[in-house]
């Protein structure tokens, strides 16, 4: 077979658009070029798409929010704050570029499974919410208004919903699901607990399912909050809310 100098000069431009996509979104290991920068750089081009996609997926129109960014120095660590008028980002350098959602299963084995569009998607519907909260105001359930009480069991369906935004947009939680599952009241309140049980979107799930985003964050906080009880038994919890 004879090869035409074309042929070369293709798979030539072919390698190396395929060491510049390698080298943009480090398919082999943690994103390590300028992290901080880069990836709240990366996360200010795509949020108009995520917002968009966020909005489509959920039937509704976003609040408009403005959007931080921290990051904590020299440190991969997974905490992130809000409050109820803006949302915080981390730009920690221990994410992978690429979007869990839009890559195959080969790639996903590589994949440092907390992305900047997973946490984005989170920290968005964590302005839902906020912007839900606000628009209450009386109606909201006494056990939701003083955060300074707030315990494991407000957390568990703040988180819940965050991160219930998350998996439905096909993005990876923030724990394994079988580990947000405590197995006794004791198992709750045990140390780390309530970091882990905090990011459990199935107990929320089936209200979100059936009533959408916006009506189920509505029911969730105009009715007394979950029981330790209904903790273990999500769907108690789901069945008082929709009845
Ligand atoms: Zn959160």
Same mark, same amino acid.
């Given at each position: %077979?004879?090869?035409?100098?074309?042929?070369?000069?293709?798979?030539?431009?072919?390698?190396?658009?395929?060491?510049?996509? %390698?080298?943009?979104y480090?398919l082999?290991?943690? $994103?390590?070029?300028?992290?901080?920068?880069?990836i709240?750089?990366f996360i200010?081009l795509n949020q108009d798409k995520w917002d968009e996609e966020i909005e489509n997926k959920f039937? +509704?129109?976003?609040?408009?929010?403005?959007?931080?960014?921290?990051?904590?120095?020299?440190?991969?660590?997974?905490? $992130?704050?809000?409050?109820?008028?803006? =949302?915080?980002v @981390?730009?920690?350098?221990?994410y992978n570029l690429l979007s869990y959602s839009e890559v195959g299963p080969l790639t996903r084995a590589f994949l440092h499974k907390e992305t900047p569009k997973g946490h984005y998607i989170h920290e968005r519907t964590?302005? /839902?919410? !906020?912007?839900?909260?606000?628009?209450?105001?009386?109606?909201? @359930?006494?056990?939701? =208004?003083?955060?300074? %009480?707030?315990? =494991?069991?407000? $957390?568990?369906?703040?988180?819940? +919903?965050a991160e219930y935004g998350r998996i439905m947009k096909g993005e990876y939680n923030f724990f394994p699901l079988?580990?947000?599952?405590?197995?006794?009241? *004791?198992?709750?309140?045990?140390?780390?607990?309530?970091?882990?049980?905090?990011y459990?979107p199935?107990?929320?799930r089936? /209200?979100?399912?059936?009533?959408?985003m916006?009506?189920? /964050?509505?029911?969730?906080?105009? !009715?007394?909050? +979950?029981?330790?009880?209904?903790?273990?038994?999500?769907?108690?919890?789901? *069945?008082? /809310?929709?009845?």
């Amino acid at each position: %077979m004879v090869r035409r100098p074309i042929t070369y000069i293709i798979a030539f431009l072919l390698g190396i658009g395929m060491i510049k996509q %390698m080298s943009e979104y480090n398919l082999i290991g943690k $994103y390590k070029l300028n992290p901080p920068t880069d990836i709240r750089k990366f996360i200010e081009l795509n949020q108009d798409k995520w917002d968009e996609e966020i909005e489509n997926k959920f039937s +509704i129109v976003l609040p408009d929010t403005k959007i931080g960014f921290t990051s904590i120095d020299g440190s991969t660590s997974m905490l $992130y704050f809000h409050d109820k008028d803006s =949302i915080a980002v @981390d730009t920690t350098a221990s994410y992978n570029l690429l979007s869990y959602s839009e890559v195959g299963p080969l790639t996903r084995a590589f994949l440092h499974k907390e992305t900047p569009k997973g946490h984005y998607i989170h920290e968005r519907t964590h302005s /839902i919410y !906020n912007s839900i909260f606000k628009n209450l105001g009386s109606d909201i @359930d006494s056990s939701f =208004i003083k955060e300074e %009480m707030w315990g =494991i069991r407000q $957390y568990m369906l703040i988180e819940g +919903i965050a991160e219930y935004g998350r998996i439905m947009k096909g993005e990876y939680n923030f724990f394994p699901l079988e580990m947000c599952k405590p197995k006794s009241i *004791d198992d709750l309140y045990a140390n780390g607990g309530r970091k882990i049980y905090s990011y459990s979107p199935h107990v929320v799930r089936k /209200i979100l399912d059936r009533l959408g985003m916006e009506k189920g /964050i509505e029911e969730i906080l105009t !009715n007394p909050v +979950i029981t330790e009880n209904e903790i273990l038994n999500p769907e108690i919890y789901a *069945d008082r /809310i929709l009845n």
